[in-house]
């Protein structure tokens, strides 16, 4: 299934500044596996040492949540969208 | 799955409009959605904006030109010339004046007629609660996660809506949360990210218009909450993408195993913030780094010596564009694939703008095996400050 992966602002520097990406996957998971093996720097930013989906880090399926789903095992189809929506603090930023 | 926006204005207590408000308010008053009644009930609302930085600027001058009747602004900082770029509360004569107070004159100037209550004081546990207890709605205008953290949870505690909203760069996020059944910042963020992962705010940046954009959103959202108009976006997660102009919603949804606001809540009172988010927040440098510096004096010695020192600069190429110290150019994020353009026999010198990037170059070419090299101490800013004030501080 050819899905889209939209990548955040805050990661886009270790995705080639690249928006989104096109992968092939069945699953949403499989849809992230494709992410990091296109920037094998991205994966520290999603994945735990342990290959685990990082706890601030959300990810949906169009406008849907996955972890009210079937977290990573959720399916996909042709055309979904998948979003990661980390969590950004910025209102003021100077510093 | 929009929802119907619930005003936590109670029962408006009797007030009127004198004929000058009226005449202030005559394009409000005339719309049936807001009307006498609602501009009473913006009259009657006590608003309180956390941070009066970026979004605070346009929440601060929508929400009082609305004629919202209290605004509390808590902020601790002083303005200074980086905040102009976006922070148009503020004027040039403000520089070096504290925000609260600058922006509570701007504000009372706007409108006389509202009260406006500044609170020169940082957010803390100890102060939150009793801060919020007077307020009907919390805006959380801040710039960091201990402090958006700690907004949540004195707002879930006290049963409070905290109109959210969020930047980095050109991309904004904003929502309502803790309004009765919807969801809280911790059940869209369970935890913050550890302070080593998120890019620095030096690395980030942040464009104007954008804080104006979402803080215009979060004043809208406090005042449909207000007048109890509209779909409010609790339950809604708006991010907006500046660039690509193009506004996204995610379903946002209540945890039930929230611990803060979920049936089994393990969280019954406000925490140590920054511990919860690693020491400091995003602006910590990463824990553990300590790696051989060297102060600017000593390096402007050695390089008068004629010293063979290769000075390595670790910026990004627009921000050599901005100053240098004709370093060489080789920006932290491509020094794992490129660290054989540098020679491991000499002795080098690392640079950033603050020392927080450098530190990590110098981290990883030591576990690269390079032994003869340091960090310049506070990075050009120091050096702008100790050596040569020319070079422009950024």
Redesign the interface.
């Known amino acids: 299934m050819a899905v889209k992966v939209i990548i955040?602002?805050?990661l886009r520097?270790?995705a080639a500044k690249k928006?989104s990406a096109e992968v092939s996957a069945q699953t949403v998971g499989e849809a992230l596996g494709g992410l990091t093996t296109q920037y094998s720097e991205l994966r520290?930013?999603l994945f735990t040492d342990d290959g685990k989906l990082?706890?601030?880090v959300?990810v949906?399926l169009n406008?849907?949540?996955i972890?009210?789903m079937a977290k990573e095992a959720t399916p996909v189809k042709d055309g979904d969208v998948v979003?990661i929506?980390?969590?950004?603090?910025?209102?003021?930023?100077?510093? | 799955m929009a929802t119907k926006t619930q005003s936590p204005i109670a029962n408006t207590p009797a007030a009127s409009l004198s004929n000058e408000e009226i005449l202030r308010y005559s394009r409000h008053l005339i719309m049936p959605e807001v009307g006498m009644e609602g501009q009473l009930k913006l009259k009657n609302a006590k608003v309180l904006l956390i941070?009066t930085?970026?979004?605070?600027a346009p929440l601060g001058l929508y929400l009082a030109a609305a004629g919202v009747g209290k605004l509390g602004l808590v902020d601790f900082?002083v303005v200074?010339f980086?905040?102009l770029q976006r922070?148009v509360t503020f004027g040039t004569s403000d520089v070096g004046k504290h925000k609260s107070a600058a922006a509570q004159a701007r504000l009372s100037n706007l409108n006389p007629d509202i009260e406006v209550l500044s609170f020169e004081t940082q957010l803390t546990s100890a102060n939150a609660l009793e801060l919020f207890k007077d307020f009907d709605i919390i805006v959380?205008?801040?710039?960091?996660?201990p402090t958006?953290y700690l907004v949540n949870d004195a707002c879930i505690l006290l049963g409070k809506p905290n109109v959210y909203?969020?930047?980095?760069?050109?991309?904004g996020?904003a929502t309502v949360f803790g309004m009765p059944d919807g969801p809280c910042y911790r059940c869209?963020?369970?935890?913050?990210?550890p302070p080593g992962?998120?890019?620095?705010?030096?690395?980030?940046?942040?464009l104007g218009v954008l804080?104006g954009i979402v803080g215009s959103i979060q004043a809208m959202e406090t005042i449909k909450l207000i007048l109890g108009a509209g779909d409010s976006l609790a339950g809604r997660?708006l991010?907006f993408?500046a660039l690509?102009m193009k506004f996204?919603?995610?379903?946002?949804?209540k945890?039930p195993d929230c611990p803060m606001c979920g049936k089994n809540r393990t969280i019954h009172q406000l925490i140590d913030y920054y511990e919860f988010c690693g020491v400091r927040?995003?602006?910590a440098p990463a824990p553990d780094l300590q790696v051989p510096e060297m102060t600017p004096r000593e390096l402007k010695l050695r390089l008068d010596h004629g010293d063979d020192l290769y000075i390595l600069d670790v910026r990004e190429p627009h921000e050599y564009q901005i100053c240098n110290i004709k370093g060489h150019l080789l920006p932290l994020?491509e020094l794992p694939r490129r660290v054989h353009e540098l020679d491991s026999s000499r002795e080098i010198v690392a640079h950033c703008r603050s020392g927080k990037r450098s530190a990590e170059a110098v981290d990883f070419l030591r576990k690269a095996g390079f032994r003869k090299i340091h960090n310049l101490k506070g990075g050009i800013l120091a050096w702008s400050d100790e050596v040569d004030p020319s070079v422009p501080k950024y």
């Open positions: 955040p602002t805050p520097i270790y928006e520290k930013h990082r706890s601030f959300n949906y406008d849907e949540d972890r009210y979003s929506v980390p969590s950004i603090a910025g209102g003021n930023l100077e510093k | 941070g930085g970026g979004l605070g900082d200074d980086t905040n922070q959380d205008g801040t710039d960091n996660f958006r909203g969020s930047i980095f760069r050109f991309e996020q869209l963020y369970p935890e913050p990210p992962l998120v890019p620095s705010c030096a690395e980030g940046g942040v804080p997660l991010l993408d690509g996204r919603e995610l379903k946002l949804r945890n927040g995003e602006e994020g």
